[in-house]
């Protein structure tokens, strides 16, 4: 059994910065992929970005591509997700998610990924 939980989230302004946290536990950390995806009210889940189990390669969205970055420190068993340049668009629930690493690819769909933090809430206000 793995379990994921975030931290970090918070209100903040537009231009401003957050870093989240996701710490887990359970089966081995560096052998699983981890993404981050956010949810708005209304909306589907979608992804953000994701790293390999590694930590070599990294892929992320085009919306957040040079304002987010995914990093993981597999001897803590967190991946981070530093958040810059913050937009009101970017206002949702972020969860982190953990992805057994059956190729070398990073998954981009949630159902790709085994397991799911509870997320946390990021509000951006304008």
């Known amino acids: 059994q793995v379990q994921l939980v975030e931290s970090g989230g918070g209100l903040v302004q537009a231009g401003g910065s957050l870093r989240l946290s996701c710490v887990v536990s359970g089966r081995a950390f560096s052998s699983h992929h981890m993404g981050w995806f956010r949810q708005a009210p209304g909306d589907e889940r979608e992804f953000v970005t994701g790293?390999?189990?590694?930590?070599?390669?990294?892929v992320s969205a085009d919306s957040v591509k040079g304002r987010f970055a995914i990093s993981r420190d597999n001897a803590k068993n967190t991946v981070y997700l530093q958040m810059n340049s913050l937009e009101p668009e970017d206002t949702a629930i972020y969860f982190c998610?953990?992805?057994?690493?059956?190729?070398?690819?990073?998954?981009?769909?949630?159902?790709?990924?085994?397991?799911w933090g509870q997320g946390t809430q990021v509000t951006v206000s304008s």
């Open positions: 790293i390999t189990s590694s930590g070599v390669r990294s």
């Open positions: 998610a953990a992805s057994i690493a059956r190729s070398v690819l990073i998954p981009t769909t949630p159902r790709l990924y085994d397991y």
